[in-house]
Protein backbone atom coordinates (compact mmCIF):
# COMPACT_ATOMS: atom_id res chain seq x y z
CA UNK A 1 0.00 0.00 0.00
CA UNK A 2 0.88 3.25 -0.77
CA UNK A 3 0.28 6.25 1.16
CA UNK A 4 0.03 10.37 -0.10
CA UNK A 5 -0.97 13.15 1.65
CA UNK A 6 -1.38 16.42 0.25
CA UNK A 7 -3.62 19.55 1.64
CA UNK A 8 -6.11 17.98 4.16
CA UNK A 9 -5.87 14.68 2.07
CA UNK A 10 -4.82 11.51 2.11
CA UNK A 11 -4.74 8.96 -0.70
CA UNK A 12 -3.91 5.53 -0.70
CA UNK A 13 -3.04 3.17 -3.26
CA UNK A 14 -4.25 -0.56 -2.79
CA UNK A 15 -3.29 -2.66 -5.70
CA UNK A 16 -5.40 -0.97 -8.28
CA UNK A 17 -7.94 0.57 -6.42
CA UNK A 18 -7.11 4.48 -5.17
CA UNK A 19 -8.67 5.60 -2.08
CA UNK A 20 -9.11 9.03 -1.13
CA UNK A 21 -10.05 10.06 2.26
CA UNK A 22 -10.37 14.10 3.06
CA UNK A 23 -10.21 15.60 6.70
CA UNK A 24 -12.65 18.49 6.86
CA UNK A 25 -13.88 20.41 9.49
CA UNK A 26 -16.83 19.07 11.23
CA UNK A 27 -19.89 21.24 12.35
CA UNK A 28 -19.29 22.63 15.19
CA UNK A 29 -22.89 23.20 17.39
CA UNK A 30 -23.81 27.44 16.88
CA UNK A 31 -20.76 27.88 14.78
CA UNK A 32 -21.66 28.47 11.10
CA UNK A 33 -19.58 25.89 8.49
CA UNK A 34 -18.95 28.03 4.79
CA UNK A 35 -17.87 25.93 2.07
CA UNK A 36 -17.52 27.87 -1.56
CA UNK A 37 -16.53 26.99 -5.00
CA UNK A 38 -16.39 22.91 -3.82
CA UNK A 39 -16.50 21.13 -7.83
CA UNK A 40 -18.34 18.14 -8.79
CA UNK A 41 -17.51 16.70 -11.85
CA UNK A 42 -20.16 14.97 -13.74
CA UNK A 43 -22.03 12.36 -12.10
CA UNK A 44 -20.01 12.46 -8.94
CA UNK A 45 -21.54 12.71 -5.37
CA UNK A 46 -20.13 14.89 -2.22
CA UNK A 47 -21.54 14.64 1.45
CA UNK A 48 -21.10 16.45 4.19
CA UNK A 49 -22.21 14.11 7.74
CA UNK A 50 -22.65 15.31 11.10
CA UNK A 51 -23.92 13.99 14.43
CA UNK A 52 -27.09 14.84 15.41
CA UNK A 53 -29.22 14.76 18.36
CA UNK A 54 -33.10 14.05 18.35
CA UNK A 55 -34.31 17.83 17.71
CA UNK A 56 -31.67 18.90 16.80
CA UNK A 57 -31.69 21.82 14.05
CA UNK A 58 -29.38 22.36 11.20
CA UNK A 59 -29.77 25.67 9.23
CA UNK A 60 -28.45 24.56 5.78
CA UNK A 61 -28.68 26.77 2.24
CA UNK A 62 -26.58 25.76 -0.42
CA UNK A 63 -26.52 27.10 -4.65
CA UNK A 64 -25.40 25.15 -7.35
CA UNK A 65 -24.02 26.50 -10.75
CA UNK A 66 -26.25 23.53 -12.62
CA UNK A 67 -29.08 21.29 -11.28
CA UNK A 68 -28.29 18.55 -8.41
CA UNK A 69 -30.02 15.92 -6.77
CA UNK A 70 -29.40 16.69 -3.07
CA UNK A 71 -30.80 14.50 -0.09
CA UNK A 72 -30.27 14.23 3.97
CA UNK A 73 -29.96 10.34 4.75
CA UNK A 74 -29.18 7.94 7.14
CA UNK A 75 -28.67 4.85 7.55
CA UNK A 76 -30.50 1.94 9.84
CA UNK A 77 -29.50 -1.47 9.59
CA UNK A 78 -29.69 -2.10 5.89
CA UNK A 79 -31.88 0.96 5.20
CA UNK A 80 -31.22 3.86 4.35
CA UNK A 81 -33.37 6.28 5.14
CA UNK A 82 -33.73 9.85 3.38
CA UNK A 83 -35.57 12.49 4.99
CA UNK A 84 -35.54 14.88 2.75
CA UNK A 85 -34.86 14.61 -0.97
CA UNK A 86 -34.66 17.06 -4.20
CA UNK A 87 -33.93 16.47 -7.51
CA UNK A 88 -32.89 19.00 -10.23
CA UNK A 89 -32.41 22.04 -7.91
CA UNK A 90 -30.08 24.47 -8.31
CA UNK A 91 -30.82 25.85 -4.59
CA UNK A 92 -32.37 25.43 -1.37
CA UNK A 93 -32.57 26.99 2.00
CA UNK A 94 -33.92 24.91 5.00
CA UNK A 95 -34.12 23.72 8.66
CA UNK A 96 -34.08 20.33 9.06
CA UNK A 97 -34.71 19.08 12.57
CA UNK A 98 -33.67 15.55 13.37
CA UNK A 99 -36.39 13.21 13.93
CA UNK A 100 -33.60 10.47 15.94
CA UNK A 101 -30.39 10.34 17.01
CA UNK A 102 -28.39 9.24 14.40
CA UNK A 103 -25.05 9.73 11.96
CA UNK A 104 -26.52 12.06 9.05
CA UNK A 105 -25.31 12.91 5.73
CA UNK A 106 -25.81 15.69 3.37
CA UNK A 107 -25.29 14.71 0.01
CA UNK A 108 -25.14 16.43 -3.45
CA UNK A 109 -24.82 14.64 -6.72
CA UNK A 110 -23.85 16.27 -10.24
CA UNK A 111 -25.64 15.73 -13.42
CA UNK A 112 -24.01 15.16 -17.06
CA UNK A 113 -22.42 18.69 -16.88
CA UNK A 114 -21.27 18.89 -13.27
CA UNK A 115 -21.54 21.67 -10.80
CA UNK A 116 -20.22 23.82 -8.32
CA UNK A 117 -21.46 23.63 -4.97
CA UNK A 118 -21.20 26.84 -1.90
CA UNK A 119 -23.08 26.08 1.00
CA UNK A 120 -23.08 27.34 4.46
CA UNK A 121 -24.98 24.97 7.76
CA UNK A 122 -25.35 25.89 11.30
CA UNK A 123 -26.14 23.42 13.84
CA UNK A 124 -28.56 24.67 16.67
CA UNK A 125 -28.32 21.99 19.22
CA UNK A 126 -31.91 20.71 21.04
CA UNK A 127 -32.65 22.17 24.07
CA UNK A 128 -32.28 19.78 27.27
Known amino acids: MIA ?66 FNIHYHEGNAILMPRTLAGVTSDANIFAAPVTQDYCLMWEAGAEGAIIDYRLRLRPAER
Open 4 to 69: IRAGGCALALVGAIAIVACAEAPVKPGEAKKVTGMPLAPYALEEECMRLNVGDRLELDFTSTAPVA
